[in-house]
């Protein structure tokens, strides 16, 4: 048994803090500030659920429907899945994935961070 701080990264939209990196399994904390956005991505191998602690986010697909989750709500992403996350209001996610956490094809970034850009 190993207590340690989590390690906080910082992005343009927030930040995340990584509760967990092991070999099997990732566990993070997504604060997303209100009216930012992630890109436009998917994962290659990558799957992820999702549970919002706190705010209303809406996920953006790549056909462009919208599903709007409140506190309480959860998702599954699984790889080749294109989606975006947008925080209508101030938001907190808990999220657990696989454990590449690299593992991200960006289509569209306000930020400059798309392959593409």
């Known amino acids: 048994m190993e207590i340690k701080k989590p390690k ?3 992005k343009p939209w927030g930040r995340e803090i990584w509760l967990a990196h092991e070999g099997e399994y990732a566990g993070k904390i997504l604060e997303i500030k209100k009216d930012e956005q992630s890109s436009l991505q998917y994962h290659e191998i990558k799957k992820e659920s999702m549970y919002v602690l706190e705010g209303t986010m809406k996920i953006i697909t790549e056909d462009g429907s919208e ?51």
């Open 67 to 117: 599903h709007i989750l409140n506190a309480g709500d959860s998702i599954t992403i699984l790889p080749g899945e294109v989606h975006r996350l947008y925080a209508i209001e101030d938001l907190r996610i808990i999220e657990v994935s696989t454990p590449e956490l690299d593992d991200v094809v960006r289509l569209e970034d306000k930020y400059g961070r798309a392959q593409n850009q």
């Open 8 to 10: 906080i990264v910082e």
